[in-house]
């Protein structure tokens, strides 16, 4: 429980831990120093503090922040990292869980940012107006369903409703009354829905169903389901700027998949687990310290 803990809380380490403004200007300024990502600004037990590490830190400040003079930001900046180096050695020689979640964090850190690059380069009008008229303008229109149905644990009980269903029974009022899933109160009405947005055996009989028809029992992961139809239509085009969020994303995830399969031919990758029991992924007990 107590590792449980720490993991809930270790966040901290990376956030933005800022003093107030008023307070900025209390540090003093020891002169310039050379230029230079790799200029050690400052050592803590032997960790290096680079001038990198406070212009990385200074550009993920909020915009209020850039009113403050240079000076007493960098100087906040630096102690605020010789705070952060201090508890972080504190923590990794009491708790052997911060040093691996740290490592975690530094690594999905910059990862995140080269997403970040890579997409800024990639997203520009020009493609997303491309996009546009190839997924949403030029393309053959989308069929979309709207459906209700009722969800039960067995074939037999699900059996049991269509029959009453097929002597007259109000399907609405029938899924309120016997249905398990979380559109149940709603009359098990699902709205509309298209390609890919219902598991597969749902999905299949839903297509082959006519408007007003009510399926058979079809089974999925999560039970018995009893169908009813209640409409089909072309997926409506949505406007360039309700679509562009969704298209910016598209051409992103295409522009990193791309590099991720260039490093991946590229890069020499050794795969060391074949000994390794795979229980052990939720075993937090390993990282207790001894």
């Known amino acids: ?89 504190y923590g990794e020689s009491r708790l052997p869980a911060l040093k691996f979640l740290g490592e975690n964090l530094a690594r999905t850190g910059k990862a995140e940012e080269t997403i970040s690059a890579i997409s800024a380069g990639m997203v520009t009008e020009e493609r997303v107006r491309a996009v546009y008229e190839d997924r949403y303008v030029l393309s053959d229109p989308q069929q979309e369903f709207k459906a209700s149905h009722i969800l039960v644990a067995s074939a037999e009980e699900a059996g049991e409703i269509l029959g009453e269903l097929r002597a007259g029974a109000d399907f609405a009022e029938t899924a309120k009354a ?55 239509r072309d997926r409506p085009i949505p406007s360039l700027e309700d679509a562009r969020q969704e298209i910016e994303q598209f051409i992103a995830g295409k522009a990193v998949e791309t590099v991720l399969i260039e490093l991946t031919t590229g890069a020499e990758i050794e795969r060391l687990d074949q000994s390794i029991d795979h229980g052990l992924v939720r075993n937090l007990e390993i990282l207790q310290p001894n």
Do not use: C
């Open 1 to 89: 429980m107590m590792i449980r803990r720490v993991l809930s809380k270790l966040a901290v380490i990376s956030g933005l831990i800022m003093v107030p403004a008023t307070l900025l200007g209390q540090a003093s300024d020891d002169g310039a120093l050379a230029p230079g990502g790799d200029t050690v600004v400052a050592r803590v037990n032997g960790d290096e503090i680079l001038l990198g590490h406070i212009i990385a830190f200074a550009s993920q400040l909020p915009p209020r922040y850039d009113q403050v003079d240079h000076r007493s930001l960098y100087n906040s900046i630096l102690e605020q990292l010789i705070h952060h180096s201090l508890l972080a050695n």
């Open 178 to 232: 016997r249905s398990t899933g979380p559109s149940g109160p709603d009359g098990g009405d699902l709205g509309w829905f298209g390609e890919g947005q219902m598991v597969k055996a749902f999905e299949q009989a839903v297509q082959v169903l006519s408007v007003g028809e009510i399926s058979g029992p079809v089974q999925s992961q999560f039970g018995w389901h009893i169908i009813l139809l209640e409409g089909k």
